[in-house]
């Protein structure tokens, strides 16, 4: 039983409207909104230990309930997601005059250490491009999805929920629909065009056979769609095959390589931050951080006076 089914039904269905709201207004994933579920009926069940309902609650019940969750263990990003996850949900409440102020007007967002993302390098890409079995036709898929994932810098989500409608092979590119419902234009590259198209005229069609029709483009032996968690346990095996360690690994490393990799080739950030799907540049000053960190660190290992 999850949180939310332990809870009073009004008080369920207050937390479901706000969330239908998020996703019809701002287009939120459906990762995103379960966090936010996740975190609000928490809350919830934490006020009803005292008798108090969500929509009564007080800043001095905010500020308790995160040095509660705080004491517990919760830190860095689950907890300014959970910051997060109260202020959009009393903001909307506020908003809709179902509330006369906001309880969570004057907490403050908990400061994120700002962590690099480890960046594997060319190379490394190179052998795991090289990783899969080329005579096999998962192996000629997967092919297909790393060159795609490593040629655009899509989310891991944009490229499992990739439909063959959304892409043009002749001019090379693939129309992604990001993060609230924002379009944007990608292209591809000969090589991921080259990988599509050799698994899209053959592999595909052999993973397809009984499986009637899909429009997802990826697709597995079964002929459904390839999934997030899938997808992750491919990289980590093929990365395992070429030694590349496990550390280095995240869901986000192609795109990550991506993103460094056309930066240390002299690309403007403002292009990398288009192509990505970032609304805010600062997200993707984060890569500059990488370039500057990885060239003082040639510098220190290779000049004499280092």
């Known amino acids: 039983m999850s949180k939310l089914d332990k809870l009073p039904l009004t008080e369920q269905s207050v937390i479901e409207e706000f969330l239908d709201a998020m996703w019809m207004e701002s287009g939120l994933s459906q990762n995103t909104l379960a966090a936010y579920r996740n975190d609000l009926a928490g809350f919830t069940l934490w006020l009803s230990q005292s008798k108090r309902q969500l929509m009564l609650a007080e800043s001095v019940d905010i500020q308790d309930f995160l040095f509660v969750e705080f004491k517990a263990g919760k830190k860095g990003r689950s907890a300014a997601r959970l ?7 009393y903001q909307y409440q506020l908003r809709e005059s179902r509330i006369t102020a906001d309880p969570s007007a004057l907490v403050e967002m908990p400061k994120l250490d700002k962590h690099l993302p480890k960046i594997i390098s060319e190379e490394q890409i190179n052998h795991l491009l090289d990783a899969p079995d080329k005579n096999l036709a998962i192996g000629i898929r997967d092919i297909a999805m790393l060159e795609t994932l490593y040629a655009t810098g899509l989310r891991v989500s ?92 995240s869901p986000h490393t ?20 288009m192509l990505l799907g ?6 993707t000053q984060i890569y500059t951080h990488v370039a500057d960190q990885r060239l003082k660190n040639l510098y220190h290992a290779h000049h004499p006076r280092a």
């Not at 910051?83 to 949900?89: A, G, I, M, P, T």
């Not at 056979?209 to 990289?235: C, D, E, P």
């Not at 970032?278 to 997200?283: F, L, M, P, V, W």
């Open 158 to 249: 944009e490229l499992v929920n990739l439909q063959i409608s959304q892409m043009n092979l002749d001019p090379g590119v693939v129309r992604i629909i990001g993060k609230g419902g924002k379009e944007r234009l990608v292209p591809l590259g000969e090589a991921a065009v080259e990988a599509i198209l050799h698994y899209m005229n053959s592999a595909r069609q052999d993973l397809m056979k009984g499986h009637g029709l899909s429009n997802a483009v990826f697709v597995t032996r079964r002929g459904a769609a390839m999934t997030r968690q899938a997808f992750w346990y491919l990289i980590k095996r093929y990365a395992k095959i070429v030694g590349i360690d496990e550390n280095m690994l």
């Open 254 to 273: 192609l795109r990550h390589a991506f993103a460094s990799h056309l930066l240390n080739h002299g690309a403007d950030l403002r292009v990398v931050q």
């Open 83 to 89: 910051v997060s996850s109260l202020k959009r949900f």
């Open 278 to 283: 970032h609304s805010d540049i600062s997200t």
